[in-house]
């Protein structure tokens, strides 16, 4: 088993590099091997080392061959091991009156004590276990014995490459123990050790390892914001005077919460270092005014500006709000979407190059077409959840990371100001964690004359009471969105197409006015069905997910989705926030699917329990894990191993002062911190 070249294979297998990587390879769980448990004293449940003599053999042919194996130990105590499948061949080497050592979980059975496939051995006279038996995380094919004798032997070869590198008085005060001793630990755990602890991973050893996983995390990201604080950017004044006029034009006052942000925005743009902020923001917040508010300060100082948003849908929207709020300003606008005209685009983009102040606004897939735009100021970033963690982490220095495209100035060395919106906010502690390189502002209130929205779960088999309910909503004169998950029936998945529903739907309800929108269609008819929606020229609209993010029609009140089971809490929630955004009372019904899975009736619940935008992140962290909120899981950057975001939370506190006092005094540790844990200074690749 332990052939010479066993190590490059375990490495190989498991995508590490070298033996010292290794040793960071820590266990899942652990056995005990290191005592025998008597069969007198057995418990149920208790996952014991025993051994006995074996007092009988005995095939028994219920519905399947069983094996049963009775063990006896002294005159009176027995145990039976039992096999509900086996060979043949293992019988040969077994005989009554022979000595043997089974290891597994005690449960009760009919005649008994029993272990169902147990562990077996011969060699009884092998000493036992000296600490606890690791259990290491393999991949198929790879036997965990084989990870395990390499993970021990490389710890034991290479413990000196993994001393301490805090300073001996910080550790005292933080009453951890020293990183070779706890990895030590948790490698090799003494008998008496606490194996729940270790199990949950809340001892001291685990707290340490995590910690410093955390500070080197901390560490990487820190550096990438220090090194933006390098780069130059264009000092924007406040644009006082424009910013009145606009809000002496609009139809609503901004929040307080609103205001404090655009304040906030607007300091940052004035430095000249590039901002890098992300404002966060539950759906329905009002960003798009904040975002409009910052752009003023390049507009009114001569500078384009561009604002992408994920789709077309959208782009289009912003801009109409943009034309309705600016152009009485004198602000010209320029829409950039897939489906501008050959001509109109190349127009369009000659426009660009003159470098002028226009707000610019596109999807990100035309801006990535290398749209020049000199002197642009600042990139407003909409929905940028949508762009997944990889765009973000990868920061690049020329151009402003999502809009890297841009060609942003002849003066190459001026960056512009960035601006992202996200619409799911994140948990405090996965900011601090994953946005360490950003300055984070939230809005916290929604504006003030809005209602609750009432979310209802409803099973499939009352889908008719909802039509009834669209009816008379639609009937009110309020608009109803239906989103169905799928637009062409699939065998596999059986989702009710949208093509059904919607042809379903116009024949019930007429003669209300029913629409069908996906994502299929082309832009234009996307957006003249938008247009009429927005127009009140539409009840019903039938949509895919393509009105996930961002589309606002206040006067929509009623939101249906189909088949809620198959979206995700976050999708739901977005969804959610199309209605309630007007001064009228709306409801959210989730039509669901019987039977629902664990966790899909986690993410119903969760949905009808909580409207705040935070608490739902919260519980969709609880639900999935950390990776697969941020996207990251298909981003490359990596995650965090033994941390956890939800849990470590005084951890993650603890690990950015220590990495702030590293960078600060100690650069030398700061290094070696990332050199160890590789993953982290691949982190660093990407700037
Ligand atoms: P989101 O944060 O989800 O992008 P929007 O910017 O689309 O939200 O704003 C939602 C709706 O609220 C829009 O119709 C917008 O005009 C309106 N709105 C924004 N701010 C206020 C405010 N302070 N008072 C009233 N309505 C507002
Ligand atoms: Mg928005």
Not at 307 to 320: G, K, R, S, V, W
Not at 405 to 434: K, N
């Amino acid at each position: 088993m332990n052939t010479p070249n066993g190590l490059s294979e375990v490495l190989q297998a498991l995508k590490l590099e070298s033996a010292q990587e290794l040793c960071l390879h820590l266990p899942l769980r652990y056995e005990d091997k290191t005592r025998l448990v008597p069969l007198a004293a057995l418990r149920e449940g208790d996952k014991v080392l025993v051994e006995g003599e074996v007092f009988s053999i005995e095939v028994a042919q219920q519905r399947r061959k069983q094996l049963k194996i009775l063990l006896r130990e002294g005159a009176t105590s027995f145990l039976i091991l039992r096999w509900l499948n086996f060979r043949a061949s293992w019988l040969s080497g077994i005989t009554k009156g022979q000595r043997l050592r089974a290891y597994g979980v005690v449960r009760r059975g009919h005649d008994g004590f029993e272990i169902v496939h147990p562990t077996l051995s011969t060699q009884i006279t092998k000493p036992l276990e000296l600490s606890l038996t690791p259990i290491y995380s393999t991949v198929e094919k790879m036997p965990e014995a084989r990870v395990r004798y390499w993970v021990l032997k490389s710890w034991s070869q290479y413990k000196a490459s993994w001393s301490e590198l805090l300073p001996a008085s910080w550790l005292e005060r933080l009453n951890m123990p020293a990183l070779p001793d706890a990895l030590g630990y948790l490698h090799q755990p003494p008998p008496d050790a606490l194996t729940d602890k270790l199990q949950d991973r809340t001892d001291s050893a685990w707290q340490r390892i995590k910690l410093d996983e955390l500070i080197a995390q901390h560490i990487a990201l820190k550096r990438l914001a220090l090194e933006r604080k390098t780069l130059q950017a264009i000092s924007l004044a406040h644009p006082q005077e424009l910013a009145g006029a606009l809000l002496a034009a609009l139809p609503f006052q901004l929040t307080a919460g609103q205001q404090s942000v655009v304040e906030t925005l607007w300091s940052d743009l004035a430095k000249d270092q590039p901002m890098h902020c992300l404002l966060q923001g539950d759906v329905g917040s009002g960003k798009t005014i904040v975002a409009i508010m910052a752009a003023l300060s390049a507009l009114a100082a001569g500078y384009p500006v561009a604002f992408m948003a994920p789709t077309d849908i959208l782009a289009t929207q912003i801009a109409e709000k943009a034309k309705c709020w600016l152009e009485p300003l004198g602000i010209k606008i320029i829409l950039l979407t897939g489906s501008l005209g050959v001509k109109a685009k190349r127009e369009a983009l000659q426009k660009a190059a003159l470098g002028e102040a226009i707000f610019w606004i596109g999807t990100h897939a035309l801006f990535q077409e290398k749209v020049h735009v000199p002197r642009l100021a600042l990139v407003i970033i909409d929905e940028q959840h949508r762009f997944g963690v990889q765009q973000r982490l990868a920061l690049k220095h020329k151009g402003g990371e999502v809009g890297e495209e841009i060609v942003a100035s002849e003066i190459s060395t001026l960056q512009p100001h960035t601006l992202m919106m996200s619409a799911t906010p994140i948990p405090r502690t996965l900011a601090m964690s994953y946005y360490a390189d950003l300055d984070v502002v939230t809005l916290t209130e929604r504006p003030a004359q809005r209602q609750p929205i009432t979310t209802c779960r409803v099973a499939m088999d009352r889908r008719h009471e909802v039509i009834d309910k669209v009816r008379r909503t639609a009937e009110a004169g309020q608009q109803i969105f239906w989103v169905c998950p799928l637009i062409e029936a699939s065998e596999v998945l059986d989702l009710q197409a949208a093509q059904d529903t919607y042809e379903e739907l116009a024949a019930v309800l007429a003669p209300l006015r029913v629409s069908l929108l996906h994502g299929r269609m082309s832009g234009a008819e996307k957006s003249s069905i938008m247009e009429r929606m927005r127009a009140g020229e539409v009840d019903i609209l039938i949509a895919t997910t393509v009105i996930e993010v961002g589309i606002d029609i206040p006067n929509a009140t009623l939101m249906v989705i189909e088949h809620a089971e198959r979206f995700g809490l976050a999708q739901l929630h977005q969804l959610r926030g199309r209605v309630g955004r007007g001064s009228l009372p709306s409801t959210c019904v989730l039509l669901y699917a019987n039977p629902l899975s664990q966790s899909a009736k986690a993410r119903l619940a969760a949905l009808h329990d909580h409207d705040d935008g935070f608490e739902i992140a919260r519980q969709d962290l609880k639900i999935r894990g950390p990776g697969e909120l941020l996207g990251a899981r298909q981003s490359g950057v990596p995650m965090l191993r033994y941390a956890d975001l939800t849990e470590d939370i005084e951890l993650i506190e603890i690990a950015s002062k220590i990495a702030n006092r590293l960078l600060k005094d100690h650069s030398d540790i700061a290094d070696k911190y990332l050199e160890r844990w590789v993953g982290w200074r691949s982190v660093l690749a990407y700037a």
